[in-house]
C-alpha cells in the first residue's frame, strides 16, 4: 500500500471506511523517523528473538517469527505504513455484493522464491492445510469464518481428539473453490464484512507446492514471494533474508542482507547499537527510558509512534491453576496495580495506561471499558479481596520471558500488587520468547503471565475474536463464554459500521465482567538505530518499514 491507492471492494462498507476513523495515529513526539534517500544496496543487522514454531506463515503467531515472515511473504492485502489501512497487493481485485460470497482474482505472473508461478490453488490448498485441525497449525482459526470449517475439526475427547474415531469429516472447506489459475471464492458460513480486510494478515499467505512435500522442512527454510528471500536460520543465533531480484510487487525493499541476530535479552543490543555493531534495536531496555537517555544516547536515531497494540496480563487456564478462578480476586488484583507510577517510573512515560480491551488506534474503540477493575485503589482492592475470602494460594506468580527486557516492570507490578494486598507476588523469568510461549501453549504455565498483542490486521475484531472468543488461537487463558462469541458473530456480520463497533464494544464490556485478563497499557513502540542506516520508520503495527530502511 506504500505506492498508488488501490481499494478493496466490498458491499454495504469499504474497507477503507471501516478504519478511517481510527488507524492513523502518531504522538506526541511527533512520529519521528530518520530521513530517507539512502543508497539502494548493502546490508543491515536488526534484534531479533527465538521464533516459537518453524517459518511456516499458518504456524506462526508471534512476532519473532512474524517479523521475518512478513519481509519473506507478499499477501492478498498490504496494510499501509502509516495508517495500516488495506490495499491490494497480490489481489487484483477482491468482490462481493453480499459481504459472504466473495470472488478473488490475483494478478498474473506473480512467482515464489524457487521460480514457480502462484496460483489460485496456492492459496485454497494452503488454507485448507492450515484448517485441518491433525495439521496442528496455530492460526488455523483464523479460517473459523469459511463454510466447511467445522467439518476440518476433530471430534474425539481426551488427549488426542484427533484420533481415529475423532477424526475430521473432510479434508477441504467446501467454502472455497478454485474457479480458475487465477480466480477462487470463498463463501462463509454467515456474512463477515471484515473479511477482506484480514487477508493481508499471514495466516492467508499462499504456501508453493513444495511446501506439501516436506512441511517440516519447509519451516526451517521458507519459500516465500516477499521482496526478501530466506537463506539461513542459525538456531539461537541469527535469520539471515537476501533481497529477492525477481520480486515485481509494489514494496520492494532497499538493503540487499538483513539479519535478524538473536539476543538473550535487549540490553546487549542497545548496546551494539551505540557501538555500531547493531543496526536497529525494535524496542529500549528500560535503563534507557528513564529521563529520556536513549534520545541523549541515540540523538537524531530514535523513533516513537502510538501503535495497535496492547499488554495484558493473562490466567493460566482453571484446570492448570485454579487459583485465578474468582472474578473478584482477579479485580482485586487488578485494582493492586498502580499503572501510572510504573509507566513513569519503568516506561518513562512511554505507554498509556489501558482502560479496557482494545487499542485506540482502531475504529470503535470506546474508552473506560474496564471502569474501577482498572483504576489503582490499593484500600478498594484489599478489601475486594478479603470479601472474596482471601487469594486461595500462597503466593500469586507473574512470569514472563526473560529475552525481551520484561524484568524490571514485572518486579514493580509484582511489589505493587504485594503492598496492596499484603500478598506475596514473585515474578519469574522464562529463559526465551520461544520456551514461554510454549510452556502457555501446552498449557504448562502456572498462575499469571504478561501478553503482549500487536494487531495482525486494523480492526477492533482482532483484538477481541482471537484472544478471547471460544477455543481461539491466542486464547492463552481458555476463556469462555457464550454471550461473547454471540455478540462477535453478530458484529461479523454486521453491514453497518456503527452497528458492528457497538457489539463488538458489547462483547468487550463482557471481558469486564469477566475480568477475562488484566489490561495493563496501550503501546507506544520506541526504536533506536546506528550511525550506518536512515530511513528508519515504524509502522502502525509498530514493525519496521523495510521498504524505507537504506545505508548509510
Same mark, same amino acid.
Given at each position: ?11 454495504? &462498507? ?15 513526539? $511527533?512520529? +519521528? ?15 531479533? *528473538? ?102 476440518? +475439526? *476433530?471430534?474425539? !475427547?481426551?488427549? !488426542? ?13 467446501? $467454502? ?35 511446501? #506439501?512435500?516436506?512441511?517440516? @522442512? ?50 546487549? %543490543? ?8 547493531? !543496526? ?22 530514535? %523513533? ?67 471502569? =474501577? ?7 478498594? %482492592? ?44 514473585? @515474578?519469574?523469568?522464562?529463559?526465551? #520468547?520461544?520456551? #514461554? ?7 504448562? &504455565?502456572?498462575? &499469571?503471565?504478561? @501478553?503482549?498483542?500487536?494487531? !495482525?490486521?486494523?480492526?477492533? =475484531? ?30 461479523? %456480520?454486521?453491514?453497518? =459500521? ?8 458489547? @462483547? =468487550? ?17 520506541? &526504536? ?25
Amino acid at each position: 500500500m506504500r505506492g498508488t491507492t488501490r481499494t478493496v471492494a466490498v458491499a454495504a &462498507m469499504s474497507a477503507v471506511a471501516l478504519l478511517a476513523a481510527g488507524c492513523g495515529s502518531g504522538d506526541s513526539d $511527533g512520529d +519521528q523517523s530518520s530521513a530517507g534517500g539512502g543508497a539502494e544496496g548493502g546490508e543491515i543487522t536488526v534484534y531479533g *528473538c527465538n521464533p516459537q514454531n518453524p517459518l511456516v506463515p499458518q504456524n506462526t503467531g508471534e512476532t519473532c517469527g512474524g517479523d521475518v515472515l512478513d519481509q519473506v511473504f507478499s499477501k492478498l492485502v498490504h496494510y499501509d505504513a502509516d495508517t495500516a489501512a488495506p490495499e491490494n497487493d497480490q489481489a487484483e481485485s477482491i468482490d462481493t455484493d453480499d459481504n459472504q460470497n466473495f470472488t478473488i482474482k490475483i494478478k498474473q505472473g506473480l512467482k515464489f522464491h524457487d521460480g514457480t508461478e502462484i496460483k489460485a490453488k496456492n492459496f485454497v490448498d494452503a488454507w485448507n492445510y492450515a484448517a485441518y485441525a491433525p495439521n496442528g497449525q496455530y492460526n488455523g482459526y483464523f479460517f473459523e469464518p469459511i463454510e466447511g470449517f467445522g467439518d476440518l +475439526q *476433530c471430534t474425539g !475427547d481426551g488427549d !488426542d481428539p484427533c484420533a481415529k474415531a475423532g477424526k475430521p469429516k473432510a479434508e477441504e472447506m467446501t $467454502g472455497l473453490q478454485v474457479v480458475d489459475d487465477y480466480t477462487f471464492t470463498i463463501k462463509t458460513t454467515e456474512k463477515v464484512s471484515n473479511l477482506p480486510v484480514r487477508l493481508g494478515y499471514s495466516a492467508f499467505a499462499a504456501l508453493p507446492d513444495v511446501f #506439501f512435500d516436506d512441511p517440516e @522442512a519447509f519451516g526451517n527454510k521458507p519459500v516465500g514471494s516477499g521482496p526478501y528471500k530466506l537463506d539461513a536460520w542459525n538456531k539461537e543465533q541469527s535469520i539471515v533474508l537476501s533481497k529477492n531480484a525477481d520480486y515485481t510487487g509494489d514494496w520492494p525493499g532497499k538493503v540487499d542482507k538483513i539479519t535478524f541476530k538473536i539476543y538473550q535479552d535487549v540490553d546487549p %543490543a542497545y548496546n551494539d547499537v551505540l557501538a555500531d555493531n547493531l !543496526d536497529i534495536v525494535t524496542s529500549i531496555p528500560a535503563s534507557a527510558l528513564i529521563d529520556d537517555k536513549y534520545k541523549s544516547d541515540l540523538p537524531d536515531r530514535n %523513533a516513537q509512534k502510538e501503535t495497535g497494540r496492547i499488554d495484558v496480563l493473562d490466567f493460566a487456564p482453571s484446570s492448570v491453576d485454579p487459583n485465578y478462578d474468582s472474578v473478584e480476586v482477579r479485580k482485586a488484583i487488578s485494582m493492586a496495580i498502580d499503572r501510572d507510577t510504573i509507566i513513569q517510573q519503568i516506561f518513562n512515560g512511554t505507554r498509556t495506561p489501558a482502560t479496557g480491551w482494545v487499542s485506540p488506534v482502531v475504529d470503535g474503540y470506546k474508552a473506560d471499558q474496564c471502569g =474501577e477493575a482498572c483504576t489503582y485503589d490499593a484500600e478498594k %482492592a484489599k478489601s475486594t479481596l478479603e470479601a472474596a475470602g482471601g487469594f486461595p494460594g500462597d503466593k500469586i506468580t507473574l512470569s514472563y520471558n526473560a529475552d525481551g527486557g520484561h524484568k524490571e516492570w514485572t518486579e514493580a507490578t509484582c511489589n505493587s500488587i504485594k503492598q496492596a494486598l499484603g500478598v506475596d507476588c514473585v @515474578a519469574q523469568g522464562v529463559v526465551d #520468547f520461544a520456551t #514461554f510461549r510454549s510452556q502457555i501453549g501446552d498449557r504448562k &504455565m502456572k498462575g &499469571m503471565f504478561r @501478553a503482549g498483542w500487536q494487531m !495482525d490486521y486494523p480492526s477492533i =475484531e482482532n483484538f477481541l475474536a482471537p484472544l478471547y472468543k471460544t477455543g481461539a488461537s491466542s486464547n492463552d487463558g481458555d476463556y469462555s463464554n457464550p454471550e461473547f462469541d454471540d455478540l462477535i458473530d453478530q458484529a461479523a %456480520a454486521a453491514t453497518d =459500521e456503527a452497528e458492528a463497533n457497538s457489539l463488538y464494544q458489547q @462483547a =468487550e464490556a463482557l471481558l469486564a465482567e469477566d475480568m477475562a485478563s488484566i489490561p495493563m497499557w496501550y503501546g507506544k513502540t520506541t &526504536m533506536g538505530w546506528s550511525n550506518n542506516v536512515t530511513g528508519v520508520k515504524i509502522t502502525a503495527f509498530g514493525t519496521v518499514d523495510y521498504t524505507q530502511v537504506s545505508v548509510q
